[in-house]
């Protein structure tokens, strides 16, 4: 059920690096959002970890809901070319991409020890199987790879957020997700970041007529 | 009074400053919140560090805010170069407004909004760092440490120009990124403690905790970890090669902000890369994350090198120095021993002293000039008769020359480095501050001395004279005398770098 939804999440990620189109991105952000609030309901469903019910109610309200809405409306505010323009062309993204999910599931495995499959301490990992964890860690570096391939500044921020995302994912998946405190303080910040990194693009597109940062590159040395 | 009351004054008064000139309508109200808040900060600041140095460590909450000699080492420093670059920014921005800096602003928003923007982000900045050093929670640690880089973002984009705004872009996503990575080590650290401690509750990422039971940790994942905390922390510090966001942000930002990330910031970024390195000591022994700082200390020095030697802005031949200075300080703690991690808190001291009053300078000149290029700068001493001795004078003392206290500290981490065999990295590590040492001080000399290029003999307002003035001793009497309760201070941060 969890390895089902994981894989969703990961196609989820994928179909963004594919995709061409500003807002279907950010549906899709959304969609990727609403999975993982699933996926964190049943490990604290069938795990009895009740503080996961929280996480997994601000995952859904911030980041499937409110963010997704935030952006869209930035974005029609600002009116801008609704197609992405990457850097890189889509084919040669999506087998970057298939070529990251190995590195995930390489560095996944080195955390898979079968002989203490029995211990206690060690279920999460165990039972939720590393395939979550090799999503997280695909989801993590597919982030990372969009972040420096798209030119659209919006687009960067969707990219760190599907980042964020993956580390969200690791964090459930490995431990039952960190301290309740923490997890709200990384709420916090998350949606702050949001409206710091909102303003600027609104204002880089004041300033530079565009959203290409790519133009950003008047200083050097 | 009591620890848990000193703790408490000291997150909360930058608070009440913050929201004090958030509410104030005119400038001296807002001027009169920073100035004292930040004075009475540093003396929660000392009182903290005496208690400190009675008890070994005071705590909180159930150990949810805690500071041994470390914290209360960086507390200190970020306590003191808030208060000197608040002071300086009075006068500051003062003359901003004289220039009509803030009506060139191409959104137009005026005058005192900008100032208040300034002087009300700047009180939570300053929380946000001391939430750093006195939370004992690493991930509340990580939220802090994204907090200083939120709080900073719009005091980067502060002028409005495209230029700053591309500045503050690049902040924001590298070090967006760069704290991505290091949470991802602190989810990873919590998990391989995770299977010892066998808790879920928020003691499980206290790092009193941790540092007792690292030794039974899970070594692959604490291995990942501590590359990741590297990487992260490392962005936030400016280590190369994740320093690109550094220049860009230095020579952009208003100088007190810029004064502030390159001597306080720093501190609070190789705090939480300390708090993981002694975990990682502990887990899986010296050799492992020693070597991994040696690498990335040395190429943060070497990198420097060539960027000092053609650098044309004195803005940013600053951020180039802080690199280098980042980098010879995780030398100091991979070099291990004794004395490389005394080494390092000394120059993490020493250094929070010095470069303030260099971007102080740096800030008078370019205001002076309206340009932050070298080739304008010529003769400097003849029209600024405090500014250019002391530009001189605070290079000198940067680039490591005796009788001033870098000389000292550098000496330290040499000498940590040859004790302890790391013959090739701490030989090159000289030939590298050598090389900066005659590129800086060619620059600045040629930008401070020479003939009298004609210009209006400007006498700087006393806030900027006085703070430059008073800091200038601080810095000649650190070169002979270290105060006795300082020095146990930095001692005592030292035995707690090195896990004692």
Redesign the interface.
Same mark, same amino acid.
């Given at each position: 059920m969890i390895t089902l939804m994981a894989a969703f999440v990961l196609v989820l990620q994928i179909a963004m690096v594919g995709q061409r189109w500003l807002v279907t991105n950010i549906r899709v952000f959304a969609a990727q959002s609403f999975l993982l609030a699933g996926i964190a309901n049943t490990i604290a469903y069938f795990n009895h @970890?009740p503080?996961l019910y929280i996480a997994a109610f601000l995952t859904f309200t911030l980041k499937a809901v409110i963010l997704p809405v935030v952006l869209e409306r930035l974005v029609r505010r600002i009116d801008i070319g609704q197609e992405i323009a990457p850097l890189v062309n889509v084919p040669l993204s999506l087998l970057i991409s298939g070529g990251l999910t190995t590195v995930g599931y390489v *560095?996944a495995a %080195? !955390?898979h020890r079968p002989e203490e499959a029995t211990s206690a301490?060690?279920v999460s990992v165990t039972n939720l199987g590393h395939n979550t964890l090799a999503v997280a860690v695909s989801l !993590?570096l597919i982030g $990372?790879y969009m972040?420096i391939t798209r030119r659209k @500044?919006i687009m960067?921020v969707l990219a760190?957020l599907s980042?964020?995302n993956g580390?969200f994912l @690791? @964090?459930i998946s490995? +431990?039952?997700g960190?301290?309740? =405190? *923490?997890e709200l /303080?990384?709420f $916090?910040?998350l949606l *702050?970041?949001v409206m710091?990194?909102g =303003?600027?693009v609104y &204002? =880089?597109q004041? +300033? !530079?007529d565009s959203m290409d *940062?790519s133009k #950003? %590159? &008047? #200083?050097r /040395? | 009074m009591s620890s848990a009351a000193v703790i408490l004054a000291t997150l909360v008064i930058p608070l009440a400053a913050g929201a004090a000139s958030f509410a104030a309508r005119n400038r001296r109200t807002m001027e009169a919140a920073n100035l004292s808040g930040f004075a009475a900060l540093l003396v929660c600041a000392v009182l903290l560090a005496r208690q400190v140095l009675r008890a070994g460590s005071v705590s909180m909450w159930n150990g949810f805010l805690a500071a041994d000699a470390l914290s209360a080492l960086v507390v200190l420093l970020t306590a003191f170069v808030a208060l000197a670059c608040s002071v300086y920014a009075v006068g500051y921005f003062r003359e901003d407004e004289e220039n009509r800096v803030f009506e060139a602003d191409v959104l137009g928003a005026g005058t005192i909004s900008s100032l208040r923007k300034y002087y009300s982000l700047t009180p939570l900045y300053v929380f946000a760092m001391l939430l750093v050093a006195l939370a004992n929670n690493l991930g509340v640690m990580w939220v802090a440490i994204e907090g200083t880089t939120l709080a900073s973002v719009f005091l980067i984009s502060f002028y409005g120009r495209a230029t700053s705004i591309e500045a503050a872009w690049k902040y924001a996503m590298i070090g967006g990124v760069g704290l991505s990575m290091a949470l991802f080590g602190t989810i990873l650290t919590y998990y391989s403690a995770h299977r010892v401690l066998e808790t879920e509750t928020l003691a499980g990422l206290n790092w009193s905790v941790l540092v007792t039971n690292a030794a039974q940790f899970d070594q692959t994942a604490m291995k990942l970890a501590f590359i990741l905390i590297l990487l992260g922390y490392g962005t936030k510090a400016g280590i190369a090669p994740m320093h690109t966001w550094k220049p860009d942000a230095y020579s952009e930002a208003p100088v007190p902000v810029a004064a502030m990330l390159a001597a306080a910031v720093l501190n609070c970024a190789l705090y939480g890369l300390i708090r993981f390195y002694v975990l990682t000591t502990k887990c899986l022994g010296p050799q492992f994350p020693s070597q991994l700082l040696i690498i990335f200390g040395l190429l943060s020095v070497g990198l420097a090198v060539p960027f000092v030697l053609v650098q044309r802005s004195f803005k940013r031949i600053l951020a180039y120095s802080s690199i280098d200075h980042g980098g010879i300080m995780i030398l100091g703690l991979g070099f291990g021993g004794a004395f490389g991690a005394l080494g390092m808190m000394l120059h993490l001291t020493f250094h929070s002293f010095t470069k303030p009053l260099l971007f102080f300078c740096a800030g008078n000149v370019e205001q002076h000039l309206k340009s932050d290029l070298f080739r304008r700068a010529k003769g400097i001493i003849h029209s600024m008769p405090v500014s250019g001795p002391i530009f001189l004078m605070s290079t000198l003392a940067i680039t490591g020359t005796p009788p001033f206290s870098m000389f000292q500290s550098e000496f330290t981490i040499f000498r940590a480095g040859f004790e302890n065999g790391h013959w090739f990295p701490a030989t090159l590590l000289i030939v590298f501050l050598v090389a900066i040492f005659i590129g800086f001080l060619v620059h600045v000399a040629k930008l401070v001395l020479g003939a009298d290029p004609g210009l209006p003999r400007v006498d700087t307002s006393p806030w900027k004279k006085y703070s430059l003035i008073g800091l200038a001793c601080v810095i000649l009497v650190l070169g002979f005398w270290l105060p006795g309760p300082l020095f146990q201070l930095i001692r005592g941060a030292a035995l707690v770098a090195r896990g004692q």
């Amino acid at each position: 059920m969890i390895t089902l939804m994981a894989a969703f999440v990961l196609v989820l990620q994928i179909a963004m690096v594919g995709q061409r189109w500003l807002v279907t991105n950010i549906r899709v952000f959304a969609a990727q959002s609403f999975l993982l609030a699933g996926i964190a309901n049943t490990i604290a469903y069938f795990n009895h @970890a009740p503080h996961l019910y929280i996480a997994a109610f601000l995952t859904f309200t911030l980041k499937a809901v409110i963010l997704p809405v935030v952006l869209e409306r930035l974005v029609r505010r600002i009116d801008i070319g609704q197609e992405i323009a990457p850097l890189v062309n889509v084919p040669l993204s999506l087998l970057i991409s298939g070529g990251l999910t190995t590195v995930g599931y390489v *560095v996944a495995a %080195s !955390f898979h020890r079968p002989e203490e499959a029995t211990s206690a301490a060690n279920v999460s990992v165990t039972n939720l199987g590393h395939n979550t964890l090799a999503v997280a860690v695909s989801l !993590f570096l597919i982030g $990372f790879y969009m972040m420096i391939t798209r030119r659209k @500044a919006i687009m960067q921020v969707l990219a760190l957020l599907s980042l964020e995302n993956g580390l969200f994912l @690791a @964090a459930i998946s490995l +431990t039952y997700g960190m301290p309740l =405190i *923490v997890e709200l /303080g990384i709420f $916090f910040d998350l949606l *702050v970041a949001v409206m710091v990194l909102g =303003i600027l693009v609104y &204002r =880089i597109q004041e +300033t !530079f007529d565009s959203m290409d *940062v790519s133009k #950003l %590159s &008047r #200083l050097r /040395g | 009074m009591s620890s848990a009351a000193v703790i408490l004054a000291t997150l909360v008064i930058p608070l009440a400053a913050g929201a004090a000139s958030f509410a104030a309508r005119n400038r001296r109200t807002m001027e009169a919140a920073n100035l004292s808040g930040f004075a009475a900060l540093l003396v929660c600041a000392v009182l903290l560090a005496r208690q400190v140095l009675r008890a070994g460590s005071v705590s909180m909450w159930n150990g949810f805010l805690a500071a041994d000699a470390l914290s209360a080492l960086v507390v200190l420093l970020t306590a003191f170069v808030a208060l000197a670059c608040s002071v300086y920014a009075v006068g500051y921005f003062r003359e901003d407004e004289e220039n009509r800096v803030f009506e060139a602003d191409v959104l137009g928003a005026g005058t005192i909004s900008s100032l208040r923007k300034y002087y009300s982000l700047t009180p939570l900045y300053v929380f946000a760092m001391l939430l750093v050093a006195l939370a004992n929670n690493l991930g509340v640690m990580w939220v802090a440490i994204e907090g200083t880089t939120l709080a900073s973002v719009f005091l980067i984009s502060f002028y409005g120009r495209a230029t700053s705004i591309e500045a503050a872009w690049k902040y924001a996503m590298i070090g967006g990124v760069g704290l991505s990575m290091a949470l991802f080590g602190t989810i990873l650290t919590y998990y391989s403690a995770h299977r010892v401690l066998e808790t879920e509750t928020l003691a499980g990422l206290n790092w009193s905790v941790l540092v007792t039971n690292a030794a039974q940790f899970d070594q692959t994942a604490m291995k990942l970890a501590f590359i990741l905390i590297l990487l992260g922390y490392g962005t936030k510090a400016g280590i190369a090669p994740m320093h690109t966001w550094k220049p860009d942000a230095y020579s952009e930002a208003p100088v007190p902000v810029a004064a502030m990330l390159a001597a306080a910031v720093l501190n609070c970024a190789l705090y939480g890369l300390i708090r993981f390195y002694v975990l990682t000591t502990k887990c899986l022994g010296p050799q492992f994350p020693s070597q991994l700082l040696i690498i990335f200390g040395l190429l943060s020095v070497g990198l420097a090198v060539p960027f000092v030697l053609v650098q044309r802005s004195f803005k940013r031949i600053l951020a180039y120095s802080s690199i280098d200075h980042g980098g010879i300080m995780i030398l100091g703690l991979g070099f291990g021993g004794a004395f490389g991690a005394l080494g390092m808190m000394l120059h993490l001291t020493f250094h929070s002293f010095t470069k303030p009053l260099l971007f102080f300078c740096a800030g008078n000149v370019e205001q002076h000039l309206k340009s932050d290029l070298f080739r304008r700068a010529k003769g400097i001493i003849h029209s600024m008769p405090v500014s250019g001795p002391i530009f001189l004078m605070s290079t000198l003392a940067i680039t490591g020359t005796p009788p001033f206290s870098m000389f000292q500290s550098e000496f330290t981490i040499f000498r940590a480095g040859f004790e302890n065999g790391h013959w090739f990295p701490a030989t090159l590590l000289i030939v590298f501050l050598v090389a900066i040492f005659i590129g800086f001080l060619v620059h600045v000399a040629k930008l401070v001395l020479g003939a009298d290029p004609g210009l209006p003999r400007v006498d700087t307002s006393p806030w900027k004279k006085y703070s430059l003035i008073g800091l200038a001793c601080v810095i000649l009497v650190l070169g002979f005398w270290l105060p006795g309760p300082l020095f146990q201070l930095i001692r005592g941060a030292a035995l707690v770098a090195r896990g004692q």
